[in-house]
C-alpha cells in the first residue's frame, strides 16, 4: 500500500515537473503571480517560482528579481530563512535600488548577530579571555556584514527605530566613530531608492 502511495506521488511530481518545463513561460509566471499573493497558495508558490527560476533564460531582469525577492520571503515566512538569503541577494544584484529586500536580509543577518552575541556575554561570565576574543571577532564580522543592509534601508526610508539599531550595532562593535560620517554614507545611499518591485 505505501509502495503503491509514493508511486502515485512520484507520477504526481514527475508530471508536475514536466509540466513546468512545457508550460509557456508567461502562463507559468502569471501562476505563480497569483498564488504568491494567497497564503493558502504558499507552496504551491515555491514550487512555481523554482521552477521559473529553473527557467531563468526566458525571464527578464525584472522578473527574475521579482521571483527572488517573493521566494526569499517565502522561504522566511515557512521559517527557512538560510534559503531565503541567496535569493535576497539575487534581487539585491538584480534590483539594487529596492531598498525592502536590504532590509529583509538585515532582520536575517541580525538574528545570527544576536545569537553570536549571546556567545560573547557567555564567554565574558566565564572569564574566559581567548573565546570571548575569538567570540567577539565573530560577531564584530556579522555586524559589519549586517550594517550596510540597514544603513541603505535607512536611506531610503528612514525612521527612528532602523538609526537606533545602526547606533547600537556600531556601539556594540565598539566603532562609535563610524557613526560620526552616517549622514554622508546616508545621503550617497539614499541617491537611488525604489519602494515598488516592478516586473515589467
Same mark, same amino acid.
Given at each position: 500500500?505505501?509502495?503503491?502511495?509514493?508511486?502515485?506521488l512520484?507520477?504526481?511530481?514527475?508530471?508536475q515537473?514536466?509540466?513546468s518545463q512545457?508550460?509557456?513561460?508567461?502562463?507559468?509566471?502569471w501562476?505563480?503571480?497569483?498564488m504568491?499573493?494567497?497564503p493558502?497558495?504558499?507552496?504551491?508558490? @515555491?514550487?512555481?517560482? #523554482?521552477?521559473?527560476?529553473?527557467? +531563468?533564460t526566458?525571464?527578464? %531582469?525584472?522578473?527574475?528579481?521579482?521571483?527572488? /525577492?517573493?521566494?526569499?520571503?517565502?522561504?522566511?515566512e515557512?521559517?527557512?530563512?538560510?534559503?531565503?538569503?541567496p535569493?535576497?541577494?539575487?534581487?539585491?544584484?538584480?534590483?539594487?535600488?529596492?531598498?525592502?529586500?536590504?532590509?529583509?536580509?538585515?532582520f536575517?543577518y541580525?538574528?545570527?548577530c544576536?545569537?553570536?552575541g549571546?556567545?560573547?556575554?557567555?564567554a565574558?561570565?566565564a @572569564?574566559?579571555a581567548? #573565546?570571548?576574543a575569538?567570540?567577539? +571577532?565573530?560577531?564584530?564580522? %556579522?555586524?559589519?556584514k549586517?550594517l550596510?543592509? /540597514?544603513?541603505k534601508?535607512?536611506?531610503?526610508?528612514p525612521?527612528?527605530?532602523t538609526l537606533?539599531?545602526?547606533?547600537?550595532l556600531?556601539n556594540s562593535?565598539?566603532?562609535?566613530q563610524?557613526?560620526?560620517t552616517l549622514?554622508e554614507?546616508l545621503?550617497?545611499?539614499g541617491g537611488?531608492c525604489?519602494?515598488?518591485?516592478?516586473?515589467?
Amino acid at each position: 500500500m505505501k509502495k503503491t502511495y509514493f508511486f502515485t506521488l512520484l507520477i504526481l511530481f514527475v508530471g508536475q515537473v514536466a509540466l513546468s518545463q512545457t508550460k509557456p513561460i508567461k502562463d507559468l509566471y502569471w501562476d505563480y503571480s497569483q498564488m504568491r499573493m494567497d497564503p493558502a497558495t504558499r507552496t504551491q508558490a @515555491k514550487d512555481k517560482a #523554482l521552477a521559473l527560476l529553473a527557467r +531563468s533564460t526566458e525571464l527578464t %531582469e525584472k522578473q527574475l528579481a521579482n521571483v527572488n /525577492f517573493h521566494l526569499g520571503r517565502i522561504y522566511e515566512e515557512i521559517k527557512e530563512p538560510d534559503k531565503a538569503v541567496p535569493h535576497y541577494e539575487q534581487a539585491i544584484k538584480l534590483a539594487p535600488a529596492y531598498y525592502v529586500t536590504y532590509r529583509a536580509l538585515g532582520f536575517i543577518y541580525l538574528k545570527k548577530c544576536d545569537s553570536i552575541g549571546r556567545t560573547v556575554t557567555e564567554a565574558a561570565k566565564a @572569564k574566559n579571555a581567548k #573565546l570571548h576574543a575569538e567570540r567577539f +571577532s565573530a560577531y564584530k564580522n %556579522e555586524v559589519s556584514k549586517t550594517l550596510p543592509y /540597514f544603513e541603505k534601508s535607512q536611506a531610503c526610508d528612514p525612521d527612528e527605530r532602523t538609526l537606533a539599531m545602526i547606533t547600537n550595532l556600531y556601539n556594540s562593535i565598539k566603532n562609535p566613530q563610524a557613526l560620526l560620517t552616517l549622514d554622508e554614507r546616508l545621503k550617497k545611499l539614499g541617491g537611488e531608492c525604489a519602494s515598488l518591485l516592478d516586473d515589467e
